[in-house]
């Protein structure tokens, strides 16, 4: 067993965070390397103050994530495979349906998608079926629809079902997955996928190109909301001791963890580990209220700063997408900046070239008034893809009733670099975000 040591003063008793880092760059053999689960003691942190407080043994549950292929739609290639149903008497025992699901912090909905939908796009993926489950239950059959903006739209009713997921108990000592239920759970059934149109106005393939059949939900909103029903189900059970996740992602190894409930300090320097209380009051987007949203102190491209909106700006880090998004602005002047006004282009075949591109730095200001960097290469601000490297960064346009001003929104392009705590145990909620350690040294 891979034992997690202690350690104290997690946050205030903390060196500076140094914002350097050389070792997360390492050469990694080529070989991609199958995902092995290994049994870990992980740490979780006393919920009445996080600082100057010693970590204390907690239930957790760890649920592997993948890497599917990337796609040019903006969602986050990682999934993690969960089931949906229960025994029938038509059917029998073996009606757990499996799907891919994306562990989603930048929405409000779970949902997957319905047998009921036959279009292409539904077609394209595996489809929930609720006649083959004994355990689902109807709780609103009228058709409503969830808007994506530009990105597409689906249309839904509302069921309830057990579901269930794999996950390594280290409280228990489990070496092996086990499978673990959570009855009673809502979830939207969507019944129809809708494209999306370009900016040409033609229809995207955003729902075809999707890796996933659905979204977990872990919204910031703490109550009030069957979307957070995950964590309150396993809270219930008993399964956890605390309402928080982490998450992990290593593109180099192909592998990631959720980890419900605590921390997998192996992961990362628990030196660099900084918190940010939620604040949702910076922007005026329509889904604000679910939104892992933190102040935003400052951009820097280079050495040249990247204008923010003088109201304030705000960060918000998204498990669901895999780019860099928001503000219109905000991103015309990364853009900008990045490519020296279109000197340098936004599309390389060439991964060499990239070393002529600028350092990308992020500024935030923790909770004790720290000002910590988090700073990406061209190597890592770009996204890979079949035919080359591709700059990651797009801008959302504002609604009629929704303005992306001042957002800026972090995807897998950002957390695949960093190791992300999503605490609702304190008031208000908060991240936590830290320095990955360096993927070569978790080869076995």
């Not at 903006?74 to 799907?99: D, V």
């Not at 109807?138 to 309830?160: C, H, N, T």
């Not at 977990?216 to 703490?222: H, K, R």
């Not at 908060?430 to 990955?436: E, F, L, P, V």
Request: proline share 5%.
């Amino acid at each position: 067993m891979e034992e997690i040591p202690s350690t104290s003063g997690c946050r205030t008793a903390m060196s500076q965070h140094a914002g350097t880092r050389a070792q997360r760059h390492a050469a990694l053999p080529l070989t991609v390397l199958a995902f092995s689960m290994i049994a870990v003691t992980l740490v979780a942190l006393s919920s009445c103050s996080r600082s100057m407080i010693e970590p204390r043994r907690t239930s957790v549950l760890v649920i592997p994530l993948r890497m599917g292929l990337a796609k040019d739609n903006g969602a986050s290639p990682w999934y993690g495979e969960l089931a949906i149903g229960g025994s029938s008497a038509t059917y029998g025992n073996s009606e757990r349906q499996l799907f891919k699901f994306i562990m989603d912090t930048g929405t409000g909905s779970t949902w997957v998608t319905s047998k009921e939908c036959d279009t292409g796009p539904c077609r394209r993926h595996r489809r929930y079926d609720p006649q083959r489950s004994g355990t689902h239950v109807w709780i609103d059959r009228q058709v409503r629809a969830s808007e994506l903006g530009p990105w597409g739209k689906f249309q839904y009713k509302v069921g309830q079902d057990t579901w269930h997921f794999w996950a390594v108990n280290p409280q228990q000592g489990d070496q092996d997955q086990k499978l673990y239920s959570m009855p009673g759970m809502r979830f939207l059934e969507a019944v129809t996928l809708i494209d999306g149109q370009n900016q040409d106005g033609t229809a995207n393939s955003n729902w075809d190109d999707l890796v996933q059949d659905g979204s977990l939900a872990f919204p910031s909103e703490n109550a009030g909301s069957p979307s957070t029903q995950v964590l309150d189900l396993l809270l219930q059970q008993g399964l956890l001791d605390q309402k928080l996740m982490s998450y992990w992602t290593s593109p180099e190894l192909n592998r990631g963890e959720v980890i419900l409930g605590g921390f997998n300090e192996r992961r990362y320097d628990p030196a660099s580990l900084r918190y940010y209380p939620v604040n949702r009051d910076i922007t005026s987007v329509d889904n604000a209220s679910e939104l892992w949203s933190v102040r935003l102190v400052e951009i820097r491209v280079g050495d040249a700063q990247v204008a923010l909106p003088s109201a304030g700006a705000a960060l918000a880090l998204d498990t669901g997408s895999s780019r860099f998004k928001g503000d219109p602005d905000i991103i015309d002047d990364i853009v900008r900046l990045i490519t020296d006004n279109g000197a340098r282009p936004q599309h390389v075949q060439d991964p060499a070239l990239l070393d002529a591109y600028p350092d990308l730095t992020i500024v935030l200001a923790d909770e004790d008034g720290g000002r910590n960097d988090y700073t990406l290469s061209a190597g890592e601000y770009f996204q890979a893809f079949p035919d080359g490297w591709q700059l990651a960064f797009h801008g959302l346009q504002p609604t009629e009733n929704s303005s992306t001003a001042g957002l800026l929104l972090a995807g897998s392009i950002f957390l695949d670099h960093y190791y992300a705590v999503f605490d609702y145990e304190t008031n208000p909620v908060q991240i936590g975000i830290a320095d990955r350690v360096d993927p070569s040294s978790l080869i076995r």
